[in-house]
């Protein structure tokens, strides 16, 4: 297991009066082996690697914590924070590097357990080494008990509160940050937060949750299961060790519960397995297993309340924010957590949430009424658990990244489905306008795309097209209204929700290419660059050899969006000289930050149809339960 080193970041907020920020963004470098994935980085090289990008932070935070991977010798840091105006200045050009000292034999010291920085804008060197206080005890009462909730205990390292994440083989999976989920080495094979895939070719490994007992004692597993996609496809096996406590091969939708107790000794290992089933059929499953663990032969006390995510929120005024009230393990019997808000004028909460036997957790969302902030907080058998909320105005209608030299082409408030240049493109899932007061440009009427529940990865909701671009059109800037519905039940892997189209050489031909924005994560979310159906080469710039089919161009990073709550999306695009130049520009903002900056591009030019909101649900390996709605309104076009 490789051992991993936490970072803390810390800096001094220099913003004041006009210059308040909205947001710190973070930037690393380093030789770690998790700075990129199974790429260690040279140091020795002489060239830079890029930065690698946290997720920004929120307004008023002044520190942040992430990961690096051992054997390391060098970590550099830069921050910057940024307003409505934009990101200003980093840190430091160069920014803040602390050596790590390499150490060998089997007498020496260990390595450091957490490195301190201090980012204040100067290059001034770092504080020394400090020394974290050991983390608190898991929650859980009956004496030595221990609860462990893998909903909520999700991570991306491997082992971190006895959790890992294997497939059938044994072989360790590999974690992807911007998705949020581990990833095996065949096709679908994954496991995230609330659920697993197994493989879809090669061998057609399972995928496998693995809980290594830290000591001896009983475990009590309880937990359900059922498949996303009515039908057989899978099974789930729950082993300890290589004796099968418990199988279920699962059909419909139907809702399994398993409660299984075990005597187990320190590093005995409780395995969660999906296989696919005879037929071949691919599917996946919920998971959310509880394991309460007593190291004294007692019986586990009844759940008590474990958390209240996400520790902070944000959420504009009429918007709302989904919370999620765990338990330290699935309840008995109903559940009843009172909820609170310290300022109603600011946010409001449902007095109560119920959280129904077998299950351990419970949504509810949190609305925001005025500007302000508010203290949210879940109450249940004398354990309070909080959430910081801040309430922001609707996003602004105004455009603030047009190019200097642009003129306007078009300007469409989606009053209908095709109008002012624009076409209806519709799959027979459910495009139309409809009317939404919000709307923060050109109120009532939005185009909505409605992905149906039962819809398969890699289906739409439908769109529209704008054709008006004449020919030659080599750039553009483009700029949107974008909002999901408040329960957005987001693909695994992405939804597709904005297009550039363009043709495969500098003139026109038959060939198409197309840019696409994709939305990943599960909410907030977050957005990455990406390039389909390409003839033309962009494997150097993607860190992948040849011409691909898709290319994710830009992780996810920065710009993040709430379900439920309007975001200003606004893009400018620049085709390369020719088709080997490299030098092709697309720049992305999300609510005035820019969040993908992308200069070396081979690209064509427009096509006619140059922009669309066509939406594309995946992915595939995934069926929707439950109706989603993604929300555009008014969308300008300017040219050179």
């Given at each position: 297991?490789?051992?991993?080193?936490?970072?803390k970041?810390?800096?001094?907020d220099?913003?004041?009066?006009s210059?308040?920020?909205?947001g710190?963004?973070?930037d690393?470098?380093s030789?770690?082996?998790?700075?990129?994935p199974?790429?260690?980085?040279?140091?020795?090289s002489?060239?830079?690697?890029?930065?690698?990008?946290l997720?920004?932070v929120a307004?008023?935070?002044?520190e942040a914590?992430?990961?690096?991977?051992?054997?390391?010798?060098f970590v550099t840091?830069?921050?910057?924070?940024y307003?409505?105006n934009?990101?200003g200045?980093w840190?430091?050009?160069?920014?803040?590097t602390?050596v790590?000292?390499p150490?060998s034999?089997?007498n020496?010291?260990?390595?450091?357990?957490?490195?301190?920085f201090?980012?204040?804008g100067s290059s001034t060197p770092?504080?020394?080494?400090?020394?974290p206080?050991p983390?608190?005890p898991p929650?859980g009462?009956?004496?030595?008990a221990?609860?462990?909730?893998?909903a909520?205990?999700?991570?991306?390292t491997?082992?971190?509160?006895?959790?890992?994440?294997?497939?059938?083989?044994?072989?360790?999976?590999?974690?992807?940050?911007?998705?949020?989920i581990?990833?095996?080495?065949?096709?679908?094979l994954?496991?995230?937060?609330g659920?697993?895939?197994?493989?879809a070719?090669g061998?057609?490994?399972?995928?496998?949750l693995r809980w290594?007992a830290?000591?001896?004692?009983t475990?009590?597993?309880?937990g359900s299961?059922r498949?996303?996609?009515?039908?057989?496809?899978?099974?789930?096996?729950i082993?300890?060790?290589a004796?099968t406590?418990?199988t279920?091969?699962?059909?419909?939708t139907?809702v399994?519960n398993?409660?299984?107790?075990?005597?187990?000794?320190?590093?005995d290992?409780?395995?969660?397995?999906?296989?696919?089933d005879?037929?071949g059929?691919?599917n996946n499953?919920s998971?959310?297993?509880?394991?309460?663990m007593t190291?004294?032969?007692?019986?586990?006390?009844?759940?008590?309340?474990a958390s209240l995510t996400?520790?902070?929120?944000a959420?504009?005024?009429?918007?709302?924010?989904?919370?999620t009230v765990?338990?330290?393990s699935?309840a008995?019997?109903?559940?009843t957590v009172?909820?609170?808000?310290s300022?109603?004028g600011?946010?409001?909460v449902p007095?109560s949430?119920v959280?129904?036997?077998?299950?351990?957790?419970g949504?509810?969302n949190a609305?925001g009424?005025?500007?302000?902030t508010?203290t949210l907080?879940a109450?249940?058998?004398?354990?309070n658990?909080?959430s910081a909320?801040?309430v922001?105005a609707?996003?602004?209608?105004?455009?603030?990244?047009?190019p200097?030299g642009?003129?306007?082409?078009?300007?469409?408030?989606h009053?209908?489905l095709?109008?002012?240049?624009?076409q209806?493109f519709?799959?027979?899932?459910?495009s139309s306008?409809?009317?939404?007061?919000?709307?923060p440009?050109?109120?009532p009427?939005?185009?909505?795309q409605?992905?149906p529940?039962g819809l398969v990865g890699g289906?739409?909701g439908g769109g529209?097209?704008?054709?008006g671009?004449?020919a030659p059109k080599n750039?553009?800037y483009?700029g949107f209204m974008?909002?999901t519905d408040?329960?957005?039940e987001n693909?695994?892997?992405l939804t597709k929700?904005a297009w550039?189209?363009?043709y495969?050489?500098?003139?026109?031909?038959?060939?198409s290419n197309?840019?696409?924005?994709?939305?990943?994560?599960?909410?907030p979310?977050f957005?990455?660059?990406?390039?389909?159906n390409s003839?033309i080469?962009n494997?150097?710039?993607?860190?992948?050899?040849?011409?691909?089919?898709?290319i994710?161009?830009?992780p996810?990073s920065?710009?993040?969006?709430?379900?439920?709550?309007?975001?200003?999306?606004?893009?400018?695009f620049?085709?390369?000289?020719?088709n080997?130049?490299?030098?092709?520009?697309?720049?992305?903002?999300?609510?005035?930050?820019l969040?993908?900056?992308?200069?070396?591009?081979?690209?064509?030019?427009i096509?006619p149809?140059g922009?669309?909101?066509i939406?594309?649900w995946?992915?595939t390996?995934?069926?929707?339960?439950r109706?989603?709605?993604?929300?555009y309104d008014?969308s300008i076009v300017?040219t050179p």
């Amino acid at each position: 297991m490789s051992q991993l080193i936490p970072v803390k970041v810390s800096w001094t907020d220099n913003s004041s009066g006009s210059s308040n920020e909205t947001g710190t963004e973070i930037d690393i470098y380093s030789d770690s082996p998790s700075f990129v994935p199974n790429v260690p980085v040279d140091p020795a090289s002489g060239v830079l690697h890029a930065w690698m990008r946290l997720r920004p932070v929120a307004a008023g935070e002044v520190e942040a914590q992430f990961n690096v991977e051992l054997p390391v010798t060098f970590v550099t840091v830069r921050v910057r924070q940024y307003n409505a105006n934009g990101p200003g200045p980093w840190s430091s050009p160069a920014g803040h590097t602390f050596v790590v000292t390499p150490q060998s034999g089997t007498n020496v010291p260990s390595s450091p357990s957490n490195l301190g920085f201090a980012v204040v804008g100067s290059s001034t060197p770092p504080p020394p080494p400090v020394t974290p206080p050991p983390p608190p005890p898991p929650v859980g009462g009956g004496g030595s008990a221990s609860n462990y909730v893998f909903a909520s205990q999700f991570s991306g390292t491997q082992g971190l509160n006895q959790w890992s994440y294997l497939d059938s083989a044994g072989n360790n999976l590999t974690y992807d940050s911007a998705g949020a989920i581990w990833r095996g080495d065949e096709l679908y094979l994954a496991i995230w937060n609330g659920g697993f895939h197994h493989g879809a070719s090669g061998s057609f490994k399972g995928a496998v949750l693995r809980w290594t007992a830290p000591s001896t004692g009983t475990a009590i597993i309880t937990g359900s299961h059922r498949l996303y996609e009515a039908g057989s496809g899978a099974t789930l096996t729950i082993k300890h060790g290589a004796t099968t406590i418990y199988t279920q091969a699962m059909t419909g939708t139907t809702v399994y519960n398993y409660s299984e107790t075990e005597s187990v000794t320190a590093g005995d290992v409780i395995d969660f397995i999906l296989t696919r089933d005879a037929t071949g059929v691919n599917n996946n499953t919920s998971l959310a297993p509880t394991i309460q663990m007593t190291s004294d032969g007692s019986t586990p006390t009844a759940p008590i309340l474990a958390s209240l995510t996400p520790s902070t929120v944000a959420v504009q005024v009429g918007g709302v924010q989904p919370l999620t009230v765990a338990l330290s393990s699935a309840a008995t019997a109903a559940t009843t957590v009172s909820l609170s808000s310290s300022d109603t004028g600011k946010v409001t909460v449902p007095a109560s949430i119920v959280i129904p036997i077998g299950v351990s957790s419970g949504i509810f969302n949190a609305t925001g009424v005025a500007a302000g902030t508010s203290t949210l907080t879940a109450t249940y058998s004398g354990v309070n658990k909080t959430s910081a909320a801040t309430v922001s105005a609707p996003v602004s209608g105004t455009w603030n990244n047009i190019p200097a030299g642009y003129s306007l082409l078009n300007s469409h408030g989606h009053e209908s489905l095709t109008s002012d240049g624009w076409q209806q493109f519709d799959n027979g899932t459910g495009s139309s306008v409809v009317s939404d007061a919000t709307a923060p440009v050109s109120p009532p009427s939005v185009l909505q795309q409605r992905f149906p529940a039962g819809l398969v990865g890699g289906n739409g909701g439908g769109g529209s097209n704008y054709y008006g671009f004449p020919a030659p059109k080599n750039a553009c800037y483009w700029g949107f209204m974008f909002k999901t519905d408040s329960n957005y039940e987001n693909h695994p892997v992405l939804t597709k929700i904005a297009w550039i189209h363009t043709y495969s050489a500098v003139a026109a031909d038959s060939n198409s290419n197309q840019l696409f924005l994709g939305m990943e994560g599960s909410g907030p979310f977050f957005f990455t660059a990406n390039y389909q159906n390409s003839n033309i080469d962009n494997g150097a710039l993607a860190g992948l050899p040849g011409v691909l089919g898709t290319i994710r161009l830009y992780p996810a990073s920065g710009g993040e969006v709430y379900p439920g709550q309007w975001a200003k999306i606004e893009m400018v695009f620049v085709p390369s000289t020719t088709n080997v130049s490299q030098d092709g520009k697309w720049l992305v903002w999300v609510n005035g930050v820019l969040i993908h900056q992308l200069t070396t591009l081979n690209t064509g030019r427009i096509q006619p149809n140059g922009v669309s909101h066509i939406t594309i649900w995946g992915g595939t390996g995934t069926v929707k339960q439950r109706d989603s709605y993604i929300w555009y309104d008014h969308s300008i076009v300017y040219t050179p």
